[in-house]
């Protein structure tokens, strides 16, 4: 025999892995972050316009330029105010369709985007304004918070949106657009 004592070895540094049927551990902040970055599925979203002050068919043109994603949009439509005070003049509506990652509240935050650069004024509600931007529908999404309702709560009650988004998507109002609802929709022409 030798004088040799027997060499140590290194410790491994493979972590013992958890015994089946254990929960996994929570997330981290950096897997949180990593999982928000992943790039979303591109949903059809449809967001309502309306002006009825100033130059009407110019606010809508301009909102359109400047909402993200927007592929198609609605001929538009006249009709008289619903609610709000008396003596207003009429709203010049339509529709824009988009196709876009964006989530509901990013699109609410690109249509008040809009209607301040329409320099929309909020003194009562239903009142007269520039320029209005309601998101309709986003994909699948639902939301119900104070200041975000999606699908949007009174959209299948009013004619005024309804004529135009069946102009882009009309599967979705079979069934829904009645004659009554229609009554007072005006065609407009396009933008």
């Not at 005070?85 to 709203?91: E, I, K, L, T, V």
């Not at 699109?107 to 004024?121: F, G, M, P």
């Not at 304004?129 to 959209?155: A, K, N, Q």
């Amino acid at each position: 025999m030798t004088g040799r004592r027997p060499r140590p070895q290194a410790p491994t540094s493979r972590r013992p892995h958890p015994p089946a049927g254990d929960a996994p551990s929570p997330p981290t902040a950096e897997s949180a972050l990593q999982e928000r970055r992943q790039p979303r599925e591109p949903v059809r979203a449809f967001l309502a316009l309306g002006s009825n002050l100033g130059d009407r068919r110019a606010y809508l043109r301009q909102a359109v330029g400047r909402l993200p994603d927007v592929v198609g949009v609605s001929h538009t439509y006249e009709t008289d105010p619903v609610g709000g005070p008396p003596g207003q003049g009429a709203y010049l509506n339509c529709v824009v369709e988009l196709r876009t990652t964006r989530t509901a509240r990013e699109l609410l935050t690109a249509a008040q985007a809009a209607e301040a650069a329409a320099a929309r004024v909020r003194m009562e509600r239903w009142g007269p304004r520039t320029l209005d931007v309601d998101v309709l529908l986003v994909g699948e999404e639902t939301i119900d918070e104070p200041d975000l309702v999606v699908p949007h709560p009174r959209m299948w009650e009013r004619g005024f949106v309804l004529v135009p988004l069946a102009d882009l998507a009309p599967e979705l109002v079979i069934g829904r657009l009645t004659s009554e609802l229609a009554r007072g929709v005006r065609p407009a022409g396009k933008l």
